[in-house]
């Protein structure tokens, strides 16, 4: 096939598909009579009926049995077109990606669509993790096999005051942060949630698998709050990113006025008050008050500290 010749070729027409659909319901033994003229109406053109059916249940198209299965074994796929396997290969080049271990294969003959220097990040901290490290590599596919299952870790990590830790985990995700372009593990240890910087981690190794009564009971406490954001100097788009880790939503009130309604783990209450906070007068909590209250001891700690200055 052509490389400018793949979006004209039968395999990506209206008859390929329906008839990948009719098999998928034959291989599942679901299709009758009137499922596949039901089909064929709803998906191809209006004389396909006068051709499609015919063709299939009369053998032209030995493609099925007379008790409406199929005698194939593979379900119907639609191929990658250059176009969506160049852009996989942008995606899968992505160091990040190389974290989850993710197979390439079938993709080695073919040009990412973009490479890596071609992107530019905004507002974005340029002390990522190192994601190419092989010790982080490690430890990072340790913790998603844990995850997977549901098994305790016991890991040596620098705390953020430098000191070297060492306490066991049980753990619940992996979040990464856009802004600060980093991967972070949730996890319980006794009887509260806590987080631990991957790239803090020295060394980490697989214990026992954990109670499934436990797993299901460690549910962080959650918090809303409500805030109303004027979008200047971009702060609609920089509040999408510095939150992207969040359950939101918004909502839209004129030109330059956004609501947003914002749940988070009780546990990053410090980390969201520094994070509204950079976003000056752009963005005010609208409510709770206790997190408007936060807001307001964060400010006068800071006001505190000039004034020692």
């Not at 032209?60 to 005698?71: G, V």
């Not at 913790?143 to 997977?148: C, D, G, S, V, Y």
């Not at 949730?186 to 109670?211: F, M, P, Q, W």
């Not at 969201?272 to 709770?288: A, D, H, N, T, Y």
Request: glycine fraction near 2%; charged fraction near 30%.
């Amino acid at each position: 096939m052509a490389k400018n010749d793949s979006f004209f070729n039968e395999i990506y027409g209206t008859y390929f598909n329906v008839v990948s659909s009719i098999l998928r319901q034959a291989q599942e033994k679901q299709l009758t009579k009137d499922s596949l003229e039901l089909l064929v109406r709803e998906q191809a053109f209006a004389d396909s009926c006068l051709t499609i059916p015919k063709a299939l249940q009369d053998g032209s198209w030995p493609l099925l049995q007379k008790d409406m299965t199929t005698p194939l074994q593979h379900t119907p796929t639609m191929p990658l077109t250059i176009l969506q396997r160049r852009w996989l290969k942008t995606l899968l080049s992505d160091n990040r990606m190389q974290l989850f271990d993710v197979d390439c294969t079938g993709l080695e003959d073919v040009e990412p669509l973009f490479s890596q220097e071609q992107f530019v990040y905004f507002d974005r901290y340029n002390d990522g993790d190192p994601y190419d490290d092989p010790q982080y590599k490690q430890h990072f596919r340790l913790l998603l096999q844990a995850i997977a299952e549901k098994r305790r870790v016991e890991i040596s990590f620098l705390n953020n005051k430098n000191d070297n830790m060492r306490k066991k985990y049980l753990p619940t995700q992996i979040e990464y942060s856009a802004k600060d372009d980093k991967f972070r593990l949730k996890a319980v240890c006794g009887s509260s949630l806590h987080y631990v910087n991957v790239a803090r981690i020295k060394d980490c190794c697989l214990l026992e698998t954990a109670n499934v009564e436990i797993c299901e009971q460690k549910v962080p406490e959650r918090c809303k709050l409500t805030a109303l954001l004027t979008d200047e100097r971009n702060a609609l788009e920089r509040a999408m990113l510095h939150f992207s880790h969040l359950e939101k939503t918004t909502e839209r009130l004129d030109e330059k006025q956004y609501k947003l309604h914002l749940t988070y783990d009780k546990s990053d209450a410090i980390e969201m008050v520094i994070r509204i906070l950079s976003f000056g007068p752009l963005l005010q909590v609208q409510e709770p008050a206790s997190f408007i209250e936060l807001l307001r001891k964060r400010l006068q700690k800071q006001l505190a500290l000039q004034a020692d200055k």
